[in-house]
């Protein structure tokens, strides 16, 4: 069996930090370390930055994006394609998306995508909100010319994006999806069956 080699209050920090997406059990040791080693320099501005943010982070009622502000800092921004909006299954696909900085559109996340296996349908997701932004009129007085569905590459994403299409079909919207296929800098050799397939069917012409 083996025994403690630290007092409860570093341990409690440990298993909270392994419950971090990314980080194990070793992982988590890992950083609690030099957690304690530099408490000073980055232990104690982390606990203040976290301490800050949880008095404040709030779910923006537009398009589900988790900020210090409502609505959203994105939601905000006069400058973004009104006409455009870029629906996400999470914040962190919202995010992603926004780093790679390749397109300047409105945002919906979903907060997950559907899985009837784990009790997650549509009233669970955030969908009838999606199909009121698309009938409203835009700021500037137009409408969403087309909804762009960024939903993973499984079986539920799948089904969500399939969903999301019929239940904007009457609203006339145009409603494209990512493409799927061999990624920038990609080997073949290295890809799988599925990534291929996908790549062949969503081929274009030079």
């Not at 835009?138 to 993973?152: K, M, Q, R, S, Y």
């Not at 799948?158 to 999301?164: E, K, R």
């Not at 239940?167 to 061999?182: I, M, N, Q, S, Y």
Request: aromatic letters at 2%; a neutral charge; one cysteine or more.
């Amino acid at each position: 069996m083996a025994r403690a080699v630290a007092g409860p209050e570093i341990e409690r920090l440990v298993q909270l930090l392994a419950r971090v997406p990314g980080l194990g059990p070793r992982s988590a040791r890992r950083a609690a370390l030099q957690l304690i080693k530099k408490r000073d320099s980055l232990m104690a501005p982390l606990a203040g930055a976290m301490q800050e943010v949880l008095g404040k982070i709030e779910t923006c009622p537009v398009c589900g994006n988790l900020d210090v502000r409502s609505p959203c800092l994105v939601c905000a921004d006069p400058t973004r394609d009104p006409t455009l909006i870029v629906v996400v299954a999470d914040v962190s696909d919202l995010w992603a998306l926004e780093r790679a900085g390749a397109m300047n559109a409105r945002y919906h996340v979903l907060g997950g995508t559907l899985s009837p296996l784990d009790g997650i349908g549509p009233d669970e997701l955030n969908m009838a909100s999606l199909a009121g932004r698309v009938r409203q009129p835009t700021a500037g007085g137009g409408t969403v010319a087309e909804v762009l569905l960024a939903l993973p590459a499984t079986v539920d994403g799948q089904t969500t994006a399939h969903y999301v299409t019929e239940l904007l079909r009457e609203t006339g919207v145009k409603v494209t999806r990512l493409a799927h296929g061999v990624p920038v800098g990609g080997e073949l050799d290295y890809l799988d069956e599925g990534t291929l397939a996908a790549a062949i069917r969503a081929r274009t012409a030079l």
